[in-house]
């Protein structure tokens, strides 16, 4: 059973959109959540994260905001670039191996010029 | 950049044949992963290390074994590969007390 969900495979935007990204999690233990971002041929690269004592941290055009009553967090882009068009993967932790994340599935993000 | 090399990037091999990857780190960070990567599934973990000759099963551990002999390497080995063994191969580490991990550039790794 899928303990964190990306429900969306995929998104598509217009250069200088918003880009909207969710991911739903079950595991009320999670406290930490982390998005990376991954093009293709290469690993994946921590973007940014976000502790459950918050509901919001911003890292310049990146904005993770998370909903912990609904088990829901989001990564917003703005602009959205061509640059930004890659695999964004979504990750928790906490409790037991708490440091070990799970992954959901992959949401792959295509921005249009 | 982290300093996680992974060898070989590709390789091609038959069903049965052994198989050693390898992930070395100039970080010297305790914590040391493997994933795999395949479409419709994310990132899977397979072990991990927290040491020197400590090591632990992930979430797809079978037909897989590791071995950290020196805090820089981590190797990955299929005793008899299988097609379903086809994969995108991940090496991470991660420091103490932080939770982001650092990934290497991936091995390709098709068995025929």
């Known amino acids: 059973d899928q303990q964190v969900k990306q429900n969306s495979p995929s998104l598509s935007v217009q250069e200088g959109r918003i880009s909207i990204l969710n991911c739903d999690y079950t595991?009320?233990?999670?406290?930490?959540f982390l998005w990376y971002k991954k093009y293709p041929a290469e690993g994946p690269t921590f973007l940014i994260s976000?502790?459950?004592?918050?509901d919001k941290n911003e890292d310049g055009r990146f904005t993770v905001f998370l909903n912990k009553s609904a088990k829901h967090l989001s990564l917003h882009i703005v602009p959205s670039q061509p640059g930004d068009s890659a695999v964004y993967f979504c990750?928790?932790?906490?409790?037991?191996?708490?440091?070990?994340?799970?992954f959901g599935r992959g949401t792959s993000l295509i921005v249009h010029p | 950049d982290a300093g996680i090399t992974q060898s070989p990037r590709h390789k091609v091999t038959e069903t049965g044949t052994p198989v050693t990857l390898r992930c070395h780190q100039t970080?010297?960070?305790?914590?040391m992963y493997w994933y795999r990567q395949d479409p419709g599934h994310g990132l899977r973990l397979i072990h991990y290390?927290?040491?020197?000759?400590?090591?632990d099963k992930g979430e797809v551990s079978d037909g897989y074994s590791v071995s950290r002999s020196k805090t820089e390497d981590f190797l990955l080995t299929l005793e008899s590969a299988t097609s379903s063994q086809t994969s995108v191969y991940f090496c991470?580490?991660?420091?103490?007390?932080?939770?982001?991990?650092?990934f290497g550039p991936g091995t390709r790794l098709t068995v025929l």
């Open positions: 991470a580490i991660r420091e103490p007390h932080r939770r982001e991990q650092f």
């Open positions: 595991n009320s233990m999670f406290d930490y």
């Open positions: 976000i502790s459950s004592i918050k």
């Open positions: 990750a928790a932790s906490g409790g037991r191996g708490s440091y070990i994340p799970t």
């Open positions: 970080e010297n960070h305790r914590y």
């Open positions: 290390s927290y040491g020197v000759k400590d090591t």
